[in-house]
């Protein structure tokens, strides 16, 4: 069998990731830092991340007989747009660890983190420039919406929320990004129409899963895999798809517990305390929200399988695909 | 004689912003309120801003023989991209003012004046690939320029500046965006070359005389007229040009006092205090830093009437361009 594809094209991201962010000028060193390019001193490092929406640029234009030498400046336009958004996120959420190492922001001050993702947004949009005029015209109006979930989901800390509202956010926040990456390899191929809205909505069901399985990732993960303390998106008062479920099936005590312990402007200021944090788990379990959360993954992953065979790939592609489609479900970071 | 340069192109300017920021999504509003074409209750307002770099740009594509259609995209996307720019300098800068009106961050947060920024970003770009892919281009290189002269500038709070490291920083944070603009009207009007590089060296020099003229204007201009308080540049301990060249000329025991009152990491966190301000406002003037100020406006403006007259403009276009520069320094905000 063909190699997965998170591991075939990770040489030329990398090589190309490195172009688009080489020389002395301000802020490139921290930005490769972010990437994971190099340590905190500058030294050349191989990046943790798991370039999934490069990769998944790259794979696409293969399987559309599209070049792939066309297609890579896009795929790392997506890739930097991904970075950029992350480091304004880390900001905003005041995370201090990404990907297991301090967040851009620790280490430079809040302000110079601004100016470091504007310059990596920027540096995107020109990479991408490099694969066609409506490839970036894609990953900018992908960026826009993106920022547009990220807005909603900085709302969502203060007011009631219900499922298809949390919906609505992550097929901006994550799936926008996710959907431009099929679509950037339909369009470095030249296909329209159909096999595009195709790739598109394989994009969408794949971002929900993706994102859905990040949300239980964000409560059950293990601390040493995640790279970020495990319950983080309790304690901060995250209004993830579990929390809103659960909203959904509390009743009585439960109910009024979690309104006091999620609602109001006076609980947003601070953090939800340890105990409190471990009664929150012991609700999810004993109201089998993660079993309702394992469900919704599992259906858009077969939504996604679906749609995947309308695409016009090899069957090697496709069994590729699905391959990734089940790490995807199954993953610990 | 024609309409000024800066009245010339407004309804054209207004009409495209207001089009590039319509629609009810997330954030739009403050868009709207940040550039000025709605109050806070999002009733529609005149904007108060000069629309200075997009009239450029459209002033320069009809000297050249250019469409204004073609370049009113990239003029606007221009606009965006300084707008963007402010939103998120304020926030860096904590300043609470902007344009006699609340800034962006105190309405809405840091948080979502980030998203804000990152927003007006992604908009700035979209909107300017509708004039050409070497618009969106000649845009994105020059956001990048403006992004590392802010980043140096933030960096000069926390070390010794010379007049050249100086000149160096606003080149970018300033001069990157009008040397774009003249750039763009070449750009939609088909020219290259020298008449290509000529443009970009008078957005040079306009970019020196009017950074220097908002220095001064950030110690010397009334409240009342700038929006913001006079001296704050001062109180912030901003390391604009007159006080580096302060620090250049002063000796003895006005040499030590300055480095007290902005040496070190201590100095850094709290501001300068009214009575500091008033004293450093009256070494200025005893050293006669205002005058040197003035001097280099002049050269500067001097040097862009000179690249102007190797302009294949009309005549009237050259002296309609000569009272804008001498608009510029003689602005009062």
């Excluded at 795929?75 to 201090?96: C, K, P």
């Excluded at 909505?201 to 293990?222: N, Y």
């Excluded at 439960?254 to 012991?282: F, M, N, P, S, T």
């Amino acid at each position: 069998m063909a190699q997965g594809i998170l591991q075939a094209y990770r040489e030329e991201i990398e090589g190309g990731l490195s172009r688009a962010l080489e020389g002395d000028a301000p802020l490139r060193s921290l930005l490769r830092y972010h990437i994971g390019l190099e340590d905190e001193h500058g030294t050349p490092t191989r990046p943790a991340g798991k370039f999934l929406r490069p990769s998944l640029v790259l794979f696409v234009a293969e399987q559309l007989a599209g070049s792939l030498e066309t297609a890579l400046p896009s795929a790392v336009g997506l890739e930097l747009i991904h970075g950029f958004s992350l480091i304004h996120d880390d900001i905003q959420d005041r995370d201090r660890v990404r990907r297991g190492r301090p967040a851009v922001w620790t280490i430079c001050g809040i302000e110079q983190a601004i100016n470091a993702g504007d310059l990596m947004h920027a540096l995107a949009i020109s990479t991408a420039l490099g694969s066609s005029p409506s490839a970036a015209d894609c990953l900018i109006r992908a960026t826009q919406e993106m920022i547009e979930g990220q807005c909603r989901d900085l709302e969502f800390e203060r007011r009631d929320i219900t499922a298809e509202d949390y919906v609505a956010m992550i097929d901006r926040k994550t799936g926008a990004l996710l959907r431009c990456a099929f679509e950037l390899g339909g369009i470095a191929s030249g296909v329209n129409g159909r096999v595009r809205s195709t790739l598109a909505g394989l994009g969408g069901s794949v971002g929900r899963a993706f994102q859905i399985q990040d949300d239980l990732l964000g409560i059950w993960g293990e601390d040493d895999v995640l790279g970020k303390a495990t319950g983080s998106d309790i304690r901060r008062r995250k209004k993830t798809l579990p929390i809103v479920l659960l909203f959904e099936r509390a009743v009585g005590e439960d109910e009024a517990a979690l309104k006091r312990l999620y609602g109001g402007e006076e609980a947003a200021e601070g953090g939800i305390a340890d105990d409190d944090v471990a009664w929150v788990v012991g609700r999810l379990d004993a109201l089998d929200v993660r079993a309702a959360c394992d469900t919704l993954v599992r259906g858009y992953l077969n939504e996604a399988i679906d749609r995947l065979r309308r695409l016009p790939f090899s069957d090697d592609g496709r069994s590729r695909m699905e391959e990734l489609i089940g790490f995807l479900a199954r993953r610990e970071r």
